[in-house]
């Protein structure tokens, strides 16, 4: 019967494939043995001689010895399974890691349990990390000589952290200062040419060399990788200043720039491949689980690694093995109720939550969720304090309640930007577009509910603030080009903000005159106007504590109203987002833990 499809005159009624064939043969043989086992065979005269017999024995081992190749062959292409090395031990977040020259020691930066971030060294083969005699610092480059770039004592900014870089060596000391405010580095293959991206001039820029601008963005550029040419950089791109959705792209020596990827949700973490013709990253498209991906200098995309966790690509060394930190994010967000001091825990919602806006009564509040179902353009989500269920407003970030307590307004992520009103209860959601703003940071409200205060950036510009119409019209600039402002008063006559030097100011709409604000720092965020109108809300926030101060705007006197501490710090590395009730002194907070563990893969291609 094989025989006689294997020759049948119609091609439709052969067998369509060797592996058909190989499964024919094997029933066969199945039948076979099982006849021979339980039945009694009869003995059956044979007929005249059939000459095509031999040949038909001969063709049908042949195919058999096809069908049986083929299958081999199968197994053998099979891609074998990656291995995995595990290098650290303890609980806690490490922010960044290079391979050093002799490929089996791997330099790391890393927050462990409550300690400060420190820089560590680990062998390969014997996974003890060491400490290196150094000021608490952060990882930025490692050179072929062993020359180590630091960002020392770094400050957490969502995402990314920044910090003065410094030249160190492996043997300690205090590093040799070079450059404020640096996110991220890299050394060229010569081992001594730097690219580097800083913060600077209310933007932050691109350097290659260092010195020499070649891009600039209103939001911002980390994971800076030099080419193994050296004549191009990588970085991970993202649009909105914070927030770590955003692409890869690449720049050349000359300025040239181009996007590689399409707008993921969050995009962290890249590497040139060993051979230079890809650039590796992780990313996630809808969730917070990053993956491995590549793409070519033409753009074409490919999937390398998926993991049941997310993962953050590191570094690559030059026989391919990858190094990746596998994370787990841990958000909380808790409230504190001034009357009996109990602490209200539990208030997030999926695995990615941050504190937006508390209501002016104190008993409910407005978050940001980007993970579990939230999608790319992130969810506005309404909490009652009293324990009721989380409530979906529609797509949206940074949530801020109407005066009214109607309304919640932010920022929505789509591309140009637009500004969203979510309705708390009955109504629809109603998208406005942001005009001449290409990066949307921010939105506040005038306290007559008719107007809107944003923080944006037109196409290639710095921050600057903006005043919309609810009723009609794009946003318009509001004040001088290089203030940003953040509140309006409750006689809207004042707006709260920053100069672009960073000084606190307020700024008089009827003088068009800035006033500074004494006693506030860079790091410390505006919050809001006290009800009374004479001085500001500020928030001192760190990864680890936080300060809530009501700081006089004419005279800069401050008073200190709370002090915040999460129970667990491990793995803190985002600065903490809180939220402060003037009426009721209700106040809320979210931290964003993130607990890493160091791997090396091998046999990724």
């Known amino acids: 019967r ?20 190989a499964f024919a043969i094997e029933a066969l043989s199945t039948t076979s043995s099982v006849t021979s086992a339980g039945a009694i065979p009869q003995v059956v005269e044979p007929k005249a001689t059939r000459t095509w017999l031999p040949w038909a024995a001969a063709a049908l081992g042949a195919l058999a010895l096809i069908a049986a190749a083929w299958m081999v062959g199968r197994r053998s292409t099979t891609k074998p399974q990656p291995k995995f090395t595990r290098l650290t ?17 791997v330099v790391y930066s890393a927050q462990w349990n409550n300690d400060p971030l420190q820089i560590y060294s680990v062998r390969t083969e014997f996974p003890q990390s060491t400490k290196v005699d150094l000021p608490s610092a952060a ?3 490692l050179s072929s000589s ?6 020392v004592h770094p400050v957490s900014e969502s995402w990314f952290m920044y910090g003065t870089m410094g030249q160190a060596q492996m043997t300690g000391g205090t590093p040799r200062a070079q450059e404020r405010e640096v996110i991220a580095a890299d050394y060229a293959p010569n081992g001594k040419t730097l690219a580097v991206a800083r913060r600077a001039n209310r933007k932050v820029q691109l350097e290659y060399p260092e010195g020499k601008v070649i891009y600039t963005t209103a939001g911002y550029l980390d994971y800076v990788r030099v080419s193994p040419s050296g004549k191009e950089v990588a970085i991970a791109e993202h649009p909105v200043y914070g927030d770590d959705r955003g692409w890869v792209s690449v720049v050349d020596e000359t300025g040239t720039h181009k996007q590689l990827t399409q707008e993921f949700g969050t995009v962290q973490g890249l590497a040139w491949s060993r051979a230079g013709s890809e650039i590796w990253f992780t990313a996630a498209d809808v969730t917070t689980d990053r ?9 074409k995309q490919r999937p390398i690694l998926t993991m049941p966790q997310g993962a953050r690509l590191l570094d690559i060394a030059a026989d391919g093995r990858v190094l990746l930190s596998v994370e787990r994010q841990q958000p909380e967000i808790t409230g504190i109720d001034p009357e009996t001091g109990k602490e209200l825990r539990g208030l997030e919602w999926f695995d990615a939550s941050l504190m937006g806006d508390i209501s002016q009564d104190g008993k409910a509040i407005a978050f940001l969720e980007w993970g579990g179902p939230a999608g790319p353009l992130y969810l506005e989500v309404y909490r009652k304090l009293d324990g009721s269920a989380p409530v979906a407003l529609g797509p949206g970030a940074q949530p801020r309640f109407s005066p009214d307590g109607t309304f919640v307004a932010g920022p929505l992520l ?3 930007p637009q500004v969203v009103l979510n309705p708390i209860g009955t109504g629809e959601s109603r998208r406005l ?19 809107l205060l944003l923080t944006g950036a037109g196409e290639g510009q710095p921050l600057r603030t903006y005043e919309m119409d609810l009723d009609g019209g794009k ?40 006033q500074a604000v004494p006693g506030i720092e860079p790091s410390e965020a505006l919050a809001k106007w006290t009800e009374d109108g004479k001085a500001l809300l500020v928030y001192a926030a760190t990864p680890r504590e936080a300060h809530i101060y009501r700081v006089d705007a004419a005279t800069g006197m401050r008073t200190l109203l709370q002090t915040v501490e999460p129970r667990d710090k491990t793995g803190s590395m985002l600065p903490m987002r809180l939220a402060y009730a003037e009426r009721t002194k209700t106040y809320v907070y979210s931290t964003v833990r993130i607990l890493g563990t160091l791997y090396v893969a091998e046999g990724l291609e």
Request: hydrophobic share 35%.
């Open 291 to 299: 993956h491995l991906f590549g793409v070519s200098l033409s753009g």
């Open 475 to 514: 946003p318009q600039p509001l004040g001088p080009a290089d203030f940003i402002g953040v509140a309006v008063s409750p006689d809207e006559k004042r707006i709260a903000g920053r100069h672009a030097s960073g000084e606190a100011a307020v700024f008089d709409l009827e003088t068009q005159k800035l």
């Open 146 to 151: 062993g020359d180590m770039e630091v960002a």
């Open 414 to 416: 789509t591309r140009p």
């Open 139 to 141: 990882l930025l480059a």
């Open 2 to 21: 094989i025989i006689r499809r294997c020759v049948e005159k119609k091609p439709e009624r052969r067998f369509q494939s060797a592996s058909d064939l």
């Open 89 to 105: 031990y303890q609980q806690g977040y490490p922010s960044n890691a290079r391979f050093a020259k002799d490929g089996q020691t």
């Open 433 to 451: 577009p942001a005009g001449e703003i290409t990066s949307l940071k921010s939105v506040a409200w005038f306290p007559d509910g008719k107007h």
